[in-house]
């Protein structure tokens, strides 16, 4: 007699058994059971309700940190500059009348300098610099100047003269525009503080009851 015919949707196996989680053309897993004649038999598997894998969180690439931060909205320009303290004061040479770059900061009627954009994000000043006040400055075309060229000076109130340069004609000119208008606004600074009227002091109060009995306690009551 001749091995029965497999049925409908069936494989044939030699063996009895049965094997689980086997999947078909990428559907749903089905199992695989062998019955005593060695029929197979496919049978696809339902899987329950909120069983269902979930779904692992996309993960968010973290954003690429900025090299500085943001600029603080007080800043009016800052950038890198040529530098040359030319004068101490009013007649008196400095001591060291060599250029250098440096990153030069105009914030609050103030000009400080750095050595880079990354010492100034540190908030670190070039060799521990004291910011120069523009207090009764002035800012001006140096054009005595012959040795370069987009050469500005910035003389201060105290006498003491520094000379800086740009790049080209536009960087001047930013320059010049910005430190004149933080300069005009030191003045109108110092114009409103005096034109406010000094503070008076508060008008002295009566004297509590019990200070006037012990002022006038030391005359002898008559009798």
């Known amino acids: 007699m001749g091995s029965p015919s497999p049925t409908p949707g069936t494989h044939h196996l030699g063996d009895k058994g049965s094997v689980r989680g086997a999947t078909m053309g990428g559907t749903a897993p089905q199992a695989m059971a062998v019955g005593g004649d060695g029929a197979v038999a ?11 894998e979930p779904a692992s969180p996309r993960r968010e690439e973290p954003e690429e940190p900025a090299t500085l931060p943001a600029r603080a909205s007080n800043i009016q320009l800052e950038g890198y500059l040529g530098r040359k303290h030319d004068l101490e004061a009013a007649t008196k040479r400095a001591s060291n009348r060599s250029w250098s770059t440096r990153y030069c900061v105009l914030r609050g009627g103030q000009l400080a300098f750095f050595k880079d954009a990354k010492s100034r994000a540190l908030g670190l000043p070039c060799h521990g610099e004291e910011p120069l006040g523009l207090q009764d400055a002035s800012c001006e075309v140096a054009a005595g100047y012959k040795k370069k060229k987009h050469v500005f000076k910035l003389r201060l109130s105290n006498g003491s003269e520094w000379l800086f340069h740009g790049k080209d004609e536009e960087e001047l000119q930013a320059w010049l525009q910005g430190l004149s208008a933080a300069i005009g606004e030191c003045q109108g600074w110092r114009g409103k503080a005096q034109s406010l009227p000094p503070p008076t002091a508060p008008p002295a109060g009566p004297l509590p009851r019990r200070d006037k009995e012990k002022r006038f306690s030391f005359f002898p009551k008559k009798k």
């Open 42 to 52: 496919w049978r696809q598997l339902t899987r329950p309700v909120g069983d269902e």
